[in-house]
């Protein structure tokens, strides 16, 4: 039984560290070195790592996907600790619309412009935080969404995450709110419930009960 | 469409979250007027108590709390969306 409970525990954990990993923010620094549209079709597999058609078009079963291809830097650590190497990412640049992920970004069109005018060149070396979300998997063909591109002070910035340090506080108060209420609830509600129940429980019979005792009694 | 789907999950949402919240602050309330009675009356009989806890609670639900938390658990998630919002499109 404790073995169950321990891998349904590691489970949940595995779970929802997944998920916040892939719906959290993260920083990227990078070069852009081609923008591209792409067309995709979608397969059961991999619908649910792409958003839904752009805000106001109609959602078909194909569409053109807007893709960004960088060079970045690699990290360890979840950008935490930065290395010397690099590696070449592909970011999808999709609007989330109103619905999931939360980002609310309508600025798909703008945000590829945005990386066509910081596309390096020779000589000229542009440096680009990309804020993204996401995953990037080649067996099954999904990217990580850019959400925002803003110029980078080099090569070796290193990007704060300050959403994401926000978000963890939240989330601790919410989980010893929780744990608070649920505190609360079993102190004022249930424990008083039990007592009633096992101190008084002859009293607390129902009227078919009683009928039945008084014939009994006979 | 998919911002009234955004709508009723807010308000779906925060009337749960509000519900939840307001049971909490209630219980929280009732025990200490239940505390504050038996400090104020020590060794007397829990007769006066009913009446003094629900006075209190009258009080309670008369007074700015209720509000408190129902413009805090509706409006954050609003304010929420719209600085997310406004971040990632217009910056």
């Not at chain 1, 703008?110 to 020779?122: R, S």
């Not at chain 1, 080649?138 to 990217?143: A, D, E, T, V």
């Not at chain 1, 929780?178 to 429980?201: K, N, S």
Request: hydrophobic fraction near 45%; charge should be positive; include cysteine.
């Amino acid at each position: 039984m404790r073995q169950i409970r321990r891998v349904l525990r590691i489970a949940i954990f595995v779970l929802v560290a997944g998920l916040l990993h892939y719906v959290l923010p993260q920083h990227d620094v990078a070069r852009v070195i081609s923008t591209e549209v792409i067309r995709t079709d979608f397969s059961s597999i991999n619908r649910m790592f792409y958003a839904q058609a752009d805000g106001g078009a109609a959602e078909l079963a194909t569409r053109d996907l807007r893709l960004i291809n960088v060079e970045k830097k690699n990290t360890w650590l979840l950008g935490f600790w930065q290395r010397d190497s690099t590696e070449v990412m592909v970011y999808r640049n999709e609007d989330t619309g109103w619905i999931w992920p939360p980002y609310f970004k309508f600025d798909t069109a703008n945000l590829q412009a945005a990386a066509g005018a910081n596309v390096t060149t020779a000589g000229a070396e542009k440096w680009v935080v990309i804020t993204h979300y996401g995953w990037r998997n080649k067996y099954i063909s999904i990217y990580p969404n850019a959400i925002d591109i803003r110029p980078a002070s080099g090569p070796d910035e290193r990007v704060i995450p300050w959403f994401n340090i926000f978000f963890f506080v939240c989330l601790f108060f919410a989980l010893l709110m929780i744990r608070a209420m649920w505190r609360q609830f079993v102190e004022r509600t249930v424990d008083p419930t039990m007592e009633a129940l096992e101190g008084g429980y002859d009293e607390r019979k129902s009227r078919v009960q009683k009928w039945l005792d008084s014939w009994r009694k006979k | 469409m998919s911002f009234v789907r955004l709508m009723l999950l807010w308000a779906v949402g925060c009337s749960v979250i509000y519900f939840a919240v307001s049971i909490f602050a209630r219980s929280l309330r009732r025990e200490a007027l239940e505390k504050r009675w038996r400090a104020d009356n020590a060794g007397a009989d829990v007769s006066g108590r009913e009446a003094y806890v629900e006075e209190g609670m009258t009080h309670y639900e008369a007074g700015p709390w209720p509000w408190v938390l129902r413009i805090c658990i509706y409006l954050v998630p609003l304010f929420f969306i719209a600085i997310v919002h406004i971040f990632t499109t217009y910056y």
